[in-house]
């Protein structure tokens, strides 16, 4: 079981800046070797949830429009970290983000399944 903890949700003014982190981990035998594909979805009040930004190990990052230009993705595969730095922020980002995991490999293993964080509220003010 592969563990993602977010933090580096709030409340921002319009304009402003906030940056999310993450942390995969696993509890049990075997630890994370590596991680094919870490980002971010995110899901606003009463809409489905939704693609942001997606980097794969190698370091090719994709990202929906309405964000490319204000947040940019990085990770740093050596502590399973995955981090989006969101600038310019609009109300209408206000959503819940949730940080995303898929194409695990253990020392001992590979894992099929897909992770997800438990989400982290932002909220952006005008």
């Known amino acids: 079981q592969v563990q993602l903890v977010e933090s580096g949700g709030g409340l921002v003014q319009a304009g402003g800046s906030r940056r999310l982190s993450c942390t995969a981990s696993?509890?049990?035998?075997?630890?994370?070797?590596?991680?094919?594909?870490m980002g971010w979805y995110r899901q606003a009040a009463g809409k489905q949830r939704e693609l942001v930004a997606v980097m794969t190990s190698g370091g090719t990052a994709s990202y929906d429009d309405s964000v490319k230009g204000r947040f940019t993705i990085s990770r740093d595969n050596a502590k399973n970290t995955v981090s989006l730095q969101m600038n310019s922020l609009k109300p209408e980002d206000t959503a819940v983000y949730y940080c995303?995991?898929?194409?695990?490999?253990?020392?001992?293993?590979?894992?099929?399944?897909?992770?997800w964080g438990q989400g982290t509220q932002v909220t952006v003010s005008s």
């Open positions: 995303y995991a898929n194409g695990v490999t253990f020392y001992g293993g590979i894992s099929v399944s897909a992770y």
């Open positions: 696993r509890s049990g035998t075997g630890s994370i070797r590596s991680i094919d594909t």
